[in-house]
T-cell receptor, first 111, second 112 residues
Framework: GENVEQHPSTLSVQEGDSAVIKCTYSDSASNYFPWYKQELGKRPQLIID?????GEKKDQRIAVTLNKTAKHFSLHITETQPEDSAVYFC??????????FGTGTSLTVIP | EADIYQTPRYLVIGTGKKITLECSQT?????MYWYQQDPGMELHLIHYSYGVNSTEKGDLSSESTVSRIRTEHFPLTLESARPSHTSQYLC???????????FGNGTRLTVT
């Protein structure tokens, strides 16, 4: 099966700085890579996703890059704000029935 | 509004009780999932379904069962609750394996 590793497990940045979270996957057949943000006490919510036919996708301060050769994808948050503080999860899917999640990154943005 | 709904939101029960956690979605999604998650921690797949009358076991399925009689409804049953079941249970659905998961608000279960 697929194995998704996520690093770092915790990340602290100063407000206004950038944050980068990286995930690696093992199965080259994986073709869909969503990122979820989970605020304290709330449900995970999709913030951005990328499919294997695209190398990069951007939505305002958030971007995701995908390197299929190296089998890794990364979440980039620029100009971080305190409301970006949350746990972020990456996931991979082969288009079948299962999503394989990373173990999560707890991001703290220090005002 | 199209969404995914879980009840109850909080539940405290005694050891040995049988409980059913409810999950319904109004988006017409074929795929539905149950995850167990301690606060802010990793998501563990319990069961999933890719359509009516189809269910599959995930990593933590041994102490629970699910059914999928209707597209919109995917209840999770714990036959005999134990303190180790204390956790948050998240239900999710998706249109396909290449579409985003939509999560419910979760049921926070405490077994005393």
């Amino acid at each position: 099966g697929e194995n998704v590793e996520q690093h770092p497990s915790t990340l602290s940045v100063q407000e206004g700085d950038s944050a980068v979270i990286k995930c690696t996957y093992s199965d080259s057949a994986s073709n869909y890579f969503p990122w979820y943000k989970q605020e304290l006490g709330k449900r995970p919510q999709l913030i951005i996703d990328i499919r294997s036919n695209v190398g990069e996708k951007k939505d305002q301060r958030i971007a995701v890059t995908l390197n299929k050769t190296a089998k890794h994808f990364s979440l980039h948050i620029t100009e971080t704000q305190p409301e970006d503080s949350a746990v972020y999860f990456c996931a991979a899917s082969k288009g079948g029935n299962q999503f394989y999640f990373g173990t999560g990154t707890s991001l703290t943005v220090i005002p | 509004e199209a969404d995914i709904y879980q009840t109850p939101r909080y539940l405290v029960i005694g050891t040995g009780k049988k409980i059913t956690l409810e999950c319904s979605q109004t988006m017409g999604h074929d795929k539905m999932y149950w995850y167990q998650q301690d606060p802010g921690m990793e998501l563990h797949l319990i069961h999933y379904s890719y359509g009516v009358n189809s269910t599959e076991k995930g990593d933590l399925s041994s102490e629970s069962t699910v059914s999928r009689i209707r597209t919109e409804h995917f209840p999770l049953t714990l036959e005999s609750a134990r303190p180790s079941h204390t956790s948050q249970y998240l239900c999710a659905s998706s249109e396909s394996g290449n579409s985003p998961l939509h999560f419910g608000n979760g049921t926070r279960l405490t077994v005393t």
